[in-house]
């Protein structure tokens, strides 16, 4: 079993940062890979970046590639998700994700809100 939790989300302006944070629990030896995703509301869950357990290898959604940087903590237990330029359509409700062999695992998510 694995267990996340995300942190960092809120309010910010067009233009802004923001940095998420999720911490890993439980089997943390049997993750291959982990990512971001987000959820706006009437809109279906997307894929915004993942990164292999090496942490040698990321992929990002088009839509973020230049502005946001996902980066795993030296005891891979934590994962980041470093967001630049934001945009108003950056809003949404980012997820954590751990993949097994055996399955995918969900953190309960983070708002993440840019307005003006």
């Known amino acids: 079993q694995v267990q996340l939790v995300e942190s960092g989300g809120g309010l910010v302006q067009p233009g802004g940062s923001l940095r998420l944070s999720c911490a890993a629990s439980?089997?943390?030896?049997?993750?291959?890979?982990m990512g971001w995703y987000r959820q706006a509301p009437g809109n279906q869950r997307e894929l915004v970046a993942t990164?292999?357990?090496?942490?040698?290898?990321?992929n990002y959604a088009d839509s973020v590639k230049g502005r946001f940087t996902i980066s795993r903590g030296n005891a891979k237990r934590t994962l980041y998700l470093q967001m630049n330029n934001l945009k108003l359509e950056d809003t949404a409700l980012y997820y954590c994700?751990?993949?097994?062999?055996?399955?995918?695992?969900w953190g309960q998510g983070t708002q993440v809100t840019v307005s003006s």
């Open positions: 994700q751990a993949r097994t062999i055996f399955r995918a695992y």
């Open positions: 439980g089997s943390i030896s049997s993750i291959n890979t």
């Open positions: 990164i292999l357990n090496s942490g040698d290898i990321a």
